[in-house]
């Protein structure tokens, strides 16, 4: 299959629904994941680029966030808090002649760690991609970050390697990144793994 560029979609599970983000949502998402915990890592940027003054959480997100990829807004489906905003996750550098992309960007509000949220959303996002005729999508994280890093690789993503002063933060700090990857042919295992963590985490 040839692969090509989805277009701009939202993608709807048991737990979350995934939307196009658009610059209304933005302090919508600062709400979410706009806090020391998340950006203690290195996320875009990491600690000295958080602000959370309106201005400057706007300011930051126009310049952080993928607008010429597909990123999302990822919010709750299901429960108590059906509709809220809990999270970001993207799709970009679409390569169709080599049929690779990133999926990348992601964060989400702390207080939906280790649920069904990051499982379901990388299952939507994945399915759509590969569904799209893409071959391989590139994962990854700071090099320091163990926490992503770990939940890369618990999604069936293998590590290729770290490129070594790759980036640098708002600090002016350089950082190593962490690059993996799901190859289409690995998607069916990983798909089936990702379908199990969701069914295992939303047991009572």
Not at 79 to 97: C, I, Q, Y
Request: glycine fraction near 8%.
């Amino acid at each position: 299959m040839t692969a090509r560029i989805p277009d701009l979609a939202t993608l709807e599970g048991d737990v979350v629904r995934l939307e196009p983000l658009v610059p209304d949502t933005l302090l919508e998402l600062r709400d979410a994941i706009g806090v020391p915990e998340v950006f203690a890592s290195g996320y875009a940027g990491g600690p000295a680029a958080l602000d959370t003054s309106d201005e400057g959480w706007v300011r930051w997100a126009e310049r952080a966030y993928p607008w010429h990829g597909r990123p999302f807004a990822i919010r709750l489906r299901s429960g108590p808090d059906a509709g809220r905003l809990v999270g970001t996750t993207s799709l970009t550098d679409f390569d169709e002649a080599s049929e690779q992309c990133h999926l990348g960007y992601t964060a989400y509000a702390p207080a939906v760690w280790g649920t069904a949220v990051n499982p379901e959303a990388k299952l939507l996002v994945l399915g759509h991609v590969f569904a799209h005729g893409f071959g391989r999508v590139r994962i990854q994280a700071d090099a320091a970050n163990d926490r992503s890093r770990a939940a890369i690789v618990r999604l069936g993503a293998t590590l290729e390697g770290v490129l070594r002063r790759m980036r640098q933060d708002a600090s002016g700090q350089w950082r190593d990144v962490a690059v993996h990857s799901i190859l289409v042919d690995e998607w069916p295992a990983v798909r089936d793994a990702l379908v199990e963590r969701v069914r295992t985490a939303r047991r009572p």
